[in-house]
């Protein structure tokens, strides 16, 4: 089959939506099957010069955007003309609420979309945006989700979210999460604490991109009531650093260490080196980066907001959202409780079992060859 995928931000850009793509791309090559991304010239700090590239065998075409929608949307209309060109078998969206949605109304070809979950909570987004979003969900939304062949959720929260709150048919829903590559499943060396020299603390390690929905002020606070454990925020900036700093500085806390962006090449040793792995995040529709945890066998905390509960199931420990407390008391059950923490290190990794690429493009294989 020849597959088209349409998204406002592809390699080199990072993020979940991007490695989603990016991994389920590289999954159906090997299956022989042709994969094109259609994608905006954007990445998040500015324009990306080169128009087209093949990457890991995949065609990827950049088209000029016309405007940027916060950090996550972003409008490229010359993809409406090229479709025509390409031919697909299959055009497969990705995001909900983008300009890229109404690619069902301008063609005859088998359409599909992964929604990665865009239920999020009141206060996070702009106030405009918390009273347009409801309007522009049932006036417009339905409407267009119901043009689609198969609407694909990525937890199985989002499929309750679809049925109960957008009225979508349960027929042209199906769950297909998010994923880790197989061979992230090797435990990889545990190395990095003699690196950041802390060989004889333990370590509880965030590991993400430092922007203010990611709750890391929460990883600030907390740590003052763990003087003798190290915080590890590891991540690219995402212009909330400074204020995270500054936040340190304002509560004295000694315990906390920003490594700055961490090579991918990297990125496995420094999880499998973490006692504790937390993610306190105020939105995320899955948190690919908790599978990456539990492959190594590390110990999960994160909040309960978006999908995360329902990646964690019972494998690891949840708090309620920017409670502090509540995350104090959980967190110190993880670390005054070896028994525990092992518990949900083999936990985790079963779980980290169930969700490699190979086995959920199987699934989404599964779903194009039906049509």
């Known amino acids: ?35 094109i991304v259609y994608t905006s010239n954007l990445s998040r700090e500015g324009k990306i010069s080169n128009k087209g590239e093949i990457y890991k065998k995949i065609k990827i075409k950049r088209f000029n955007s016309l405007f940027k929608i916060g950090n996550f949307a972003s409008f490229f209309p010359g993809m409406f003309r090229e479709i025509k060109k390409e031919n697909p078998d299959i055009i497969h969206v990705h995001s909900y609420r983008h300009p890229s949605n109404l690619i069902p109304l301008f063609t005859q070809k088998h359409c599909f979309i992964t929604l990665h979950w865009p239920n999020y909570p009141k206060g996070l987004r702009n106030k405009f945006n918390d009273i347009i979003i409801p309007i522009f969900d049932k006036i417009i939304g339905k409407f267009l989700l119901n043009k689609y ?20 048919n349960q027929n042209k829903i ?25 060989k004889n603390k333990l370590l509880i390690l965030s590991l993400c991109r430092i922007h203010k929905s990611k709750g890391l002020d929460l990883i600030i606070k907390v740590s003052k009531f763990f003087p003798k454990v190290k915080f590890i925020i590891a991540g690219p900036d995402g212009g909330y650093l400074e204020e995270l700093k500054h936040l340190k500085e304002k509560l004295k806390v000694q315990n906390v260490i920003f490594t700055g962006e961490i090579k991918e090449s990297d990125k496995l040793n420094l999880i499998s080196s973490a006692d504790i792995f937390l993610f306190p995040s105020h939105y995320e529709a ?66 980290a079992r169930m969700f490699t690429w190979d086995k959920i493009v199987d699934k989404l294989e599964n779903e194009y060859k039906k049509i």
């Open 1 to 35: 089959m020849k597959i088209l995928f349409i998204t406002p931000f592809f390699y080199p850009v990072k993020g979940g939506m991007e490695e989603h793509v990016l991994q389920i791309s590289r999954e159906l090559i090997k299956r022989n099957h042709e994969v």
């Open 174 to 198: 199906s769950l297909i999460p998010n994923g880790i590559p197989k061979e992230y499943l090797k435990i990889r060396n545990k190395n990095f604490k003699e690196k950041l020299n802390i």
């Open 286 to 351: 899955f948190g690919i980066v908790i599978l990456e945890a539990f492959s190594q066998k590390v110990p999960v905390i994160s909040s309960d907001s978006g999908g995360l509960p329902w990646v964690i199931d019972n494998a690891g420990l949840v708090f309620e959202d920017n409670n502090l407390e509540d995350l104090k008391i959980k967190l110190g059950k993880l670390l005054n409780n070896k028994i525990l923490r092992e518990k949900y290190s083999k936990l985790g990794y079963e779980r």
């Open 149 to 168: 062949k198969k609407l694909i959720a990525v937890n199985g929260l989002e499929v309750d979210w679809l049925k109960n709150k957008m009225k979508i």
